[in-house]
């Protein structure tokens, strides 16, 4: 099995910028598509950012579309969520998974889940 884990996450105020990490487990992480999903309270867990194993291929829900990056260290075994210009509807808990897919925009896609790390943004 994969374990995922995240860190990063605070309280910023609006405008302001956070990067958020996520460690994965085992040498096989460069095989897997990665993606970032956040749930606010009351909310489903929606679709943020995706990335391929490679790192070559990004895809980003239009919420955040130039404010976000994704990014990925195969070397380190860990995906990163560049967060700028930040407003308080990015507020949610904030998930990474891992997907044997290219990569994917859908929650079932995803086979192994991060315990979530929670991000404010205050206005």
């Known amino acids: 099995q994969v374990q995922l884990v995240e860190s990063g996450g605070g309280l910023v105020q609006a405008g302001g910028s956070l990067r958020l990490s996520c460690a994965a487990s085992g040498r096989t992480f460069s095989t897997y598509g990665m993606g970032w999903f956040r749930q606010a309270p009351g909310k489903e867990r929606d679709f943020v950012a995706t990335?391929?194993?490679?790192?070559?291929?990004?895809y980003y829900a239009d919420s955040v579309k130039g404010r976000f990056t994704i990014s990925r260290d195969n070397a380190k075994n860990t995906v990163y969520l560049q967060m700028n210009s930040l407003k308080p509807e990015d507020t949610a808990v904030y998930y990474c998974?891992?997907?044997?897919?290219?990569?994917?925009?859908?929650?079932?896609?995803?086979?192994?889940w991060g315990q979530g790390t929670q991000v404010t943004v205050s206005s």
């Open positions: 990335i391929n194993w490679s790192g070559s291929s990004t």
């Open positions: 998974a891992a997907t044997p897919a290219f990569y994917g925009i859908s929650r079932e896609r995803y086979d192994y």
